[in-house]
Structure formats: structure tokens, C-alpha cells
């Protein structure tokens, strides 16, 4: 079974910095691409940003390009989302997602995690 | 960027009726068009994939058809369990992009 947990949400400041975690259990990990989803308070889903599975090609949101950096650790099996000068308008749930198919990005989200809040706040 | 307009926002249905929720994306995306559901609090979960396929495990009362700008999610035989929101969205190009929602009530 796929299982998806994400961590690292929580209270920060402008201009501040958080990291998310998603540990990844149920699958092969390193053959998917993986993404961060996120949906603000009472509003609808916006995509953050994709990792691939082996290269590790990473692809952005214009809203968090040059802030925002995912990465990946396939030996923990672990998706990470690195939020550097946050700002309010990032207060949402972020989820993180797992591709539908192995191999280079499909962009389906098949699986998802049950979210982890972050809010951004003086 | 690729935009993508659902309708309606909002729709209330009776048990047993057929809904149909419409996306319509800026540039044609070939079939590259998924369904999300979503129930409040939690997250959601993929319905129909490559515009009209229907992923594992989702009732056979979903239906997904269309292509290139103009797409539909139709739910036959409206059930208590299918309330929540649904999102259409397109893995044609990078940013990826999601349709604005449709919230459905059940009457």
C-alpha cells in the first residue's frame, strides 16, 4: 500500500524559511516522479513543483521559483521542499504526490499524502 | 500558461441524477486532462486521468470525455458519498495548471 506522510509544516515568519518532508513507504520510490501540491485556505489546488525519479529533473511554479527547492533522498526514501523567504500568500496545505506511472513525469497524481499545514505570519 | 475554466462553481443534486461538470483549458492539451475529487479535510483523490479513463478502484457512474480545449466529468446515478469538490486539471505542459473547482451538495 502507498503511503505518503508529510512533515516539517508549522508557524513562520516573512521572509523566514521551512522544511518539508514526505517519507515515502509502499513503493519504488526512486522510479517515480514526485511533486508538491498546495491549497490555500478555502481556495483550490495550485501545483508547487515536480522532481523526477532517477535524473532528478525539477520543474517550478512561477510563484516559487528562485524561493522554493525540492529535492529528494532515494536511499531514505524521501521527498523534501525547501521554502526559503516565505511570504503570506504561501499559507497553505501542502501535499505531496506521487506520479501515476514509473519512468519520466506523467504529471498524474495518483497517490497523495494527508497534508501538512504552513502558515506564514507576523 | 495553460488556463483552465471549470463550471459551474456550484451545483446541488438530488440522489440519483446525473451532473455533468465542464473544463475548458486556454490551448488544446490534447487528452492530457485529469479529475480530482476532494472531500472537505482531506485530499484528493484522482478520478479520471488521460481525459476518460478511469483509474482503478473509481465507481463506473464517473465518466470522463473530451479533447483538445474542451472536457467533461459526468456522474451518473448520483450517490450520498459523491459530495465534495472536484478539479479538473492538465499535465499537457509545465506549469502544470487546475481548474478553479466545482463544489457539488447533495440535496
Known amino acids: 500500500e502507498v503511503q505518503l506522510l508529510e512533515s516539517g509544516g508549522g508557524s513562520g515568519q516573512p521572509g523566514g524559511s521551512l522544511r518539508l518532508s514526505c517519507a515515502a513507504s509502499g513503493f519504488s520510490f526512486s522510479s517515480y516522479a514526485m511533486s508538491w501540491v498546495r491549497q490555500a485556505p478555502g481556495k483550490g489546488l495550485e501545483w508547487v513543483s515536480t522532481i523526477t525519479g532517477s535524473l532528478g529533473t525539477t520543474y517550478y511554479a512561477d510563484s516559487v521559483k528562485g524561493r522554493f527547492t525540492i529535492s529528494r533522498d532515494n536511499a531514505k526514501n524521501t521527498l523534501y521542499l525547501q521554502m526559503n523567504s516565505l511570504r503570506g500568500e504561501d499559507t497553505a496545505v501542502y501535499y505531496c504526490?506521487?506520479?501515476?506511472?514509473?519512468?519520466?513525469?506523467?504529471?498524474?497524481?495518483?497517490?497523495w499524502g494527508q497534508g501538512t499545514l504552513v502558515a506564514v505570519s507576523s | 500558461d495553460i488556463q483552465m475554466t471549470q463550471s459551474p462553481s456550484f451545483l446541488s443534486a438530488s440522489v440519483g441524477d446525473r451532473v455533468t461538470i465542464t473544463c475548458r483549458a486556454s490551448q488544446s492539451i490534447s487528452s492530457d486532462l485529469n479529475w480530482y475529487q476532494q472531500k472537505p479535510g482531506k485530499a484528493p483523490d484522482l478520478l479520471i486521468y488521460?481525459?476518460?479513463s478511469l483509474q482503478s478502484g473509481v465507481p463506473s457512474r464517473f465518466r470522463g470525455s473530451g479533447a483538445g480545449t474542451d472536457f467533461t466529468l459526468s456522474i451518473s446515478n448520483l450517490q450520498p458519498e459523491d459530495f465534495g469538490s472536484y478539479y479538473c486539471?492538465?499535465?499537457?505542459?509545465?506549469?502544470?495548471?487546475f481548474g478553479g473547482g466545482t463544489k457539488v451538495d447533495i440535496k
Open positions: 488521460a481525459a476518460s
Open positions: 504526490a506521487k506520479d501515476q506511472w514509473t519512468g519520466a513525469s506523467n504529471f498524474n497524481f495518483a497517490s
Open positions: 486539471q492538465q499535465s499537457y505542459s509545465v506549469p502544470l495548471t
